[in-house]
């Protein structure tokens, strides 16, 4: 197996994030790979009839991005992960992993997946839509 030199680790800060960021972790330290982490932020701001809203919800968008900029920081920092490239985006979760994944060249993405009943939900959405786009190997860790 050729080793990975870019691995990109999506983190959504559920209790189970620690999980994936070891496995991710220890993925990068036995590859030697460059270890990127991204976190994304969908909110949206449209009202009621569907019609993007102005200033005020965007002053709360921008305050959702910082506050998710901190804790990202802070879960690096809590999982030994400080050296790794932090990243938060903010729109639609798969597309924004994907579309990360390819600006950094990634050949490995780690998400996280809960291990339900029946196949159709084996993985998560976010990692089932990760799964079928992405430009490289992606690793569903299992969650139970």
């Not at 932090?86 to 996280?112: M, P």
């Amino acid at each position: 197996m050729t080793p990975y030199n870019t691995i990109l680790l999506a983190v959504d800060f559920t209790p189970d994030a620690s999980l994936i960021a070891d496995r991710a972790r220890r993925l990068a330290h036995a590859s030697d790979a460059h270890l990127h982490l991204i976190h994304v932020v969908e909110h949206i701001p449209i009202d009621a009839a569907g019609e993007f809203m102005g200033p005020p919800q965007t002053d709360l968008h921008e305050e959702m991005i910082e506050t998710a900029r901190e804790r990202l920081r802070d879960y690096a920092r809590a999982e030994g992960l400080e050296h790794a490239a932090r990243h938060v985006a903010a729109g639609y979760t798969k597309q924004e992993i994907l579309v990360h994944a390819e600006t950094i060249a990634a050949d490995l993405i780690v998400v996280g997946s809960h291990g339900r009943h029946g196949l159709a939900l084996l993985l998560g959405s976010t990692a089932n839509a990760v799964l079928h786009g992405a430009p490289c190997d992606v690793l569903a860790v299992r969650l139970y």
